[in-house]
């Protein structure tokens, strides 16, 4: 089943950047990715879509490194959330907050 996601996903990525996978390099993989969170998020924002696609691509990109295709390993991305996480303990009482970040 995860092997099936993985290429799945590898596939519609190499649809949209109209190559077949063994053309595939890091940044067409990292832009159609984009692309396709993108969209998830427009048409479906509730969904745990881009976190399935996500998840599937680096388990793809993980093997494509592996068989040669890929120079790179893949690296996890994530948002950078730490100007959020500021604005949340900004809005803490200060007290509270010495208190559970000590």
Do not use: N
Request: charge should be positive; avoid cysteine; hydrophobic fraction near 45%.
């Amino acid at each position: 089943m995860v092997t099936r996601l993985q290429w799945s996903a590898l596939a519609k990525v190499a649809a949209l950047a109209g190559l077949t996978a063994e053309r595939l390099t890091q940044p067409v993989i990292d832009d159609q990715r984009k692309a396709l969170i993108a969209a998830i998020t427009r048409y479906r924002p509730d969904s745990h879509g881009t976190k399935a696609l996500s998840a599937a691509l680096f388990g793809a990109q993980t093997t494509l490194f592996h068989l040669g295709v890929l120079d790179t390993a893949p690296r996890k991305t994530a948002p950078d959330r730490s100007a959020e996480r500021a604005a949340q303990w900004a809005a803490v009482p200060p007290m509270l907050a010495t208190t559970l970040t000590g």
